[in-house]
């Protein structure tokens, strides 16, 4: 005797689409984290390990100002503002902090300020811009 094959079934027939799952997105906080980190770590470079003589006074003031542009763009950021201005003069920020230092004569300290902060500065002005869903 043979068995009868069912041709339904009592399920209903759904399809399920299967979404992958989406990479936390931490590259941007953290380029921002890096960019006020760079900007902060330049005023207090400035303030307390730059020498005071002439070379010092200068170099001060010159990465001072450019270090108080980083920590205002950086605020910005955090802003409704359009971020690729922002991004890009902390861009230009960071190649002139980087060229200063390599370029112009100062003391050890100056010349290890500026570099680092200005990679720390471009490192994170990518990782910010790599992360930006805007």
Not at 28 to 50: C, K, Q
Not at 94 to 99: E, K, N, S
């Amino acid at each position: 005797m043979a068995t009868p094959v069912k041709t339904g079934s009592h399920l209903p027939a759904t399809s399920t689409t299967i979404t992958p799952a989406e990479p936390v997105h931490v590259v941007g906080p953290l380029g921002w984290v890096l960019v006020l980190s760079a900007g902060i770590g330049l005023i207090l470079a400035t303030w307390m390990l730059y020498p005071i003589d002439a070379v010092g006074m200068w170099a001060g003031y010159r990465d001072g100002f450019i270090a108080t542009i980083v920590v205002v763009c950086a605020l910005a950021l955090r802003t409704a503002l359009p971020k690729q201005p922002v991004l890009g003069l902390l861009g230009i920020c960071g190649i002139l902090l980087v060229l200063f230092g390599v370029f112009l004569d100062n003391p050890q300290v100056v010349f290890l300020s500026e570099v680092i902060a200005g990679a720390v500065l471009l490192a994170g002005t990518g990782m910010y811009a790599a992360g930006s869903r805007d």
